[in-house]
T-cell receptor, first 113, second 113 residues
Framework: QQQVKQSPQSLIVQKGGIPIINCAYE??????FPWYQQFPGKGPALLIA?????SEKKEGRFTISFNKSAKQFSLHIMDSQPGDSATYFC????????????FGGGTRLMVKP | NAGVTQTPKFQVLKTGQSMTLQCAQD?????MYWYRQDPGMGLRLIYY???????DKGEVPNGYNVSRLNKREFSLRLESAAPSQTSVYFC????????????FGQGTRLTVV
């Protein structure tokens, strides 16, 4: 049973476009929602994270939107670049459980020049 | 600063063989984790260690054992490898507590034939 569902599985956009990746979760105890970026042959690396007491967080070209009532959160990449081509994972955890992350299935993003 | 180091990077095993995946971190983190990554399923937690001397099962522990050798090192052992264990394995570490970044190694690509 996948507690964090991510969509789409793959996404192709043109340079400058705004890819949006969506995640939905089931466990209302989750209180930390990070996004990880993974390049081929590398381990995932933290990109941006949000806690449920805010509805939006922006870091550079990356924005998380969070809807607590709908149990959904999404990643927007503004002015996307070919260097953003990677696999993106949403995740969730609870403070009581330390940093044991439950991951979504991943989205493979390709940004065309 | 090496971060999280995993060895080996690649391994091919025959069904029934055993092997140990090694992981070491130099960030003085309390918590360490083993995940496996399979296409479309994100990363799934195999085992974790909240602190030196403790280990607990994650989502998919069957067929694996772990050892937290000291604060730096956390190994994953496959006693009798099966084709279903073909995957990419990632070790990660973090400081205990929610909202803290997990740092991942570069992964071990394991093929069981």
């Amino acid at each position: 049973q996948q507690q964090v569902k991510q969509s789409p599985q793959s996404l192709i956009v043109q340079k400058g476009g705004i890819p949006i990746i969506n995640c939905a979760y089931e466990n209302t105890a989750f209180d930390y929602f990070p996004w990880y970026q993974q390049f081929p042959g590398k381990g995932p690396a933290l990109l941006i994270a949000i806690r449920p007491d805010v509805s939006e967080k922006k870091e550079g070209r990356f924005t998380i939107s969070f809807n607590k009532s709908a149990k959904q959160f999404s990643l927007h990449i503004m002015d996307s670049q070919p260097g953003d081509s990677a696999t993106y994972f949403c995740a969730a955890s609870t403070e009581d459980a330390g940093n044991m992350l439950t991951f979504g299935g991943g989205t493979r993003l390709m940004v065309k020049p | 600063n090496a971060g999280v180091t995993q060895t080996p990077k690649f391994q091919v095993l025959k069904t029934g063989q055993s092997m140990t995946l090694q992981c070491a971190q130099d960030m003085n983190h309390n918590s360490m984790y083993w995940y496996r990554q399979d296409p479309g399923m994100g990363l799934r937690l195999i085992y974790y260690s909240a602190s030196e001397g403790t280990t607990d099962k994650g989502e998919v522990p069957n067929g694996y054992n772990v050892s937290r050798l000291n604060k730096r090192e956390f190994s994953l052992r496959l006693e009798s490898a099966a084709p279903s264990q073909t995957s990419v394995y990632f070790c990660a570490s973090s400081n205990k507590g929610g909202s803290t970044e997990a740092f991942f190694g570069q992964g071990t690509r394991l093929t069981v034939v």
